[in-house]
């Protein structure tokens, strides 16, 4: 690799080479595939400036793609209303709560629409016919897309069997939700359930654990594990074309009254962030769930590799279920996919 070649700095350049990249920055600059044994150094030994500095130099070199604005997201209690009333009757109160909130925002682009919980004393039938309806019934003024179960949501649905096999009770289960109109399973880090569903021409966004004990004692152990992670959905998932998304999950929020004290999680956040993007070359959204990681993290981010924002509640209540930040405290991050019409009312 020729310096010459690329617009990088004499100190950069010369980091690159003293850390050994310089044949893996060469290939990522050309999108050649890497080896093994090239991912591993990125993952277990590269520094996240220097991940930054690839994927900058990874920007320059393919047709980037757009940024996607966070997307307003209400979270209905479809599935409890089921357990306590009738098909007809948990519509028309969902329709009826759906339309209260509706009426105090103006929606800029499409609205997401998720259940509470899809396991419960109903059928599933019941709950997707639902969503399906009020998509319609709303289709004049709102662009409304339902999301569908989780791969955490599929487990919880799954029964045991015994004259099945685990593998053939989930092909079933999501052969069923296919044939009730899921389109799509949104979110969860099971990987094989994530391959059944894009054979089963469903499409995925699939999510990554991430922890403070990543790295450490045990930095070797997840290096390994996550150079396979990425290596199974290069293999079994991503050349399907289905795999719409990935992105980093945590299981506790990052903010900035808590930032100091998760800094080491938020860059294995950015760290995570960075690997997909030069390693999952053909799934075009790597999120950064802001609505978790909160606006300090999120802005730096986007120049690690993510171009999704994900999603953001427009009402309290989808907040306090789903633990995620309110839309309307963050749209300038988003771009104000949302106006209050009333900011008196509280949603």
């Known amino acids: 690799m020729k310096k010459s070649d690329f617009p990088l700095s004499n100190y950069t350049y010369a980091q690159l080479k003293r850390a050994c990249l310089s044949s893996i920055s060469e290939k990522l600059y050309y999108n050649q595939e890497l080896h093994y044994e090239e991912k591993y150094r990125l993952i277990a030994h590269t520094p996240l400036p220097l991940l930054g500095v ?80 009020l998509v319609k019934q709303f289709s004049d003024t709102t662009k409304i897309t339902p999301l569908g179960p989780s791969t955490v949501d599929i487990q919880s649905m799954v029964r045991s069997d015994e004259k099945r096999s ?68 290069n293999s079994n998932i991503a050349p399907t074309g289905k795999c719409v998304v990935w992105y980093p999950w945590v299981d506790k929020s990052i903010n900035s009254r808590n930032l100091q004290d998760n800094s080491l999680l938020g860059v ?5 962030i960075a690997l997909a993007r030069l390693l999952l070359p053909t799934i075009k959204h790597i999120r950064v769930p802001w609505s978790l ?53 509280k949603l």
Not at 66 to 85: N, S, T, V
Not at 124 to 129: E, G, H, S, T
Request: hydrophobic share 40%.
């Open 166 to 233: 685990y593998k053939e009770t989930i092909i079933d289960l999501i052969s069923t939700l296919k044939s009730f109109g899921v389109s799509s399973i949104d979110g969860g880090t099971d990987l094989p359930i994530h391959k059944l569903a894009v054979e089963q021409n469903l499409q995925v966004a699939i999510g990554h654990l991430i922890s403070e004990k990543e790295p450490g004692s045990a930095q070797e152990t997840w290096a390994e594990q996550f150079c396979k992670d990425l290596d199974y959905i």
């Open 54 to 133: 690839l994927v900058q130099l990874k920007r320059l070199s393919t047709n980037w793609p757009k940024l996607a604005a966070a997307r307003p997201l209400i979270c209905l209690p479809i599935g409890g209303m089921l357990e306590r009333k009738s098909k007809q009757e948990a519509l028309d109160q969902s329709a009826q709560e759906l339309s209260n909130i509706l009426n105090k925002v103006q929606i800029y682009n499409e609205l997401c629409l998720i259940s509470d919980y899809w396991q419960g004393d109903f059928e599933i039938a019941d709950l997707v016919y639902i969503l399906k309806t």
């Open 268 to 272: 294995h956040v950015l760290k995570a």
């Open 293 to 345: 990681l909160g606006e300090s993290i999120s802005h730096i981010a986007l120049s690690f590799g993510a171009n999704d924002l994900g999603f953001g509640a427009i009402d309290y209540r989808t907040a306090e279920q789903l633990q995620i930040i309110r839309i309307s405290k963050t749209t300038h991050l988003a771009g104000s996919p949302i106006e209050f019409i009333d900011n008196r009312q």
